[in-house]
């Protein structure tokens, strides 16, 4: 994780994207935005990327790669382990069966997509100057 890092978007829903994108940037916030339209291209540049992005933002149900199999596969390399990316799911979905799913694995929120554009911009908001004021340690280098 790197304070000036980018924020990754993963989520299949164009239009979910897009507003996510909108609420950054009124946000003025000085980090890059990488979008991915599931896990499968966001496991490639992860694996690439000399970037150290400041946190994950995914959606869970996606084609191809979903959010979890992303957040497995994160845990099971080494590599991508101890990059110590926060992952946070921000879904439209609040099953209990889903979030305790979650849960079993290495993440650090799940939130529910807000229907309403300030106030999902006010979650994303906390999200980031949370993670922005949190001690890491990729942080110390």
């Known amino acids: 994780m790197s304070l000036r890092g980018p924020i990754i978007i993963i989520d299949d829903d ?6 996510i994108g909108a609420m950054l940037e009124e946000l ?13 291209p966001a496991l490639d540049y992860l694996l ?4 150290s992005p400041l946190l994950i933002l995914s959606d869970i149900n996606m084609p191809i790669m979903n959010g979890l199999e992303l957040r497995n596969k994160i845990d099971a390399n ?19 069966t889903l979030v305790l799913e979650a849960y079993d694995g290495t993440i650090q929120g799940y939130f529910k997509k807000c229907n309403n554009f300030e106030e999902g911009k006010t979650h994303l908001d ?10 890491h340690p990729n942080n110390f280098k």
């Open 14 to 19: 164009e239009d979910d994207r897009e507003m």
């Open 48 to 51: 690439t990327t000399t970037e």
């Open 78 to 96: 080494p590599y991508l382990k101890r990059k110590s990316i926060p992952f946070i799911f921000l879904t439209t979905s609040d099953s209990h």
């Open 126 to 135: 906390l999200i980031i100057t949370y993670w922005k004021l949190c001690l």
């Open 28 to 40: 003025s916030l000085p980090n890059a935005v990488r979008y991915f339209e599931n896990g499968s």
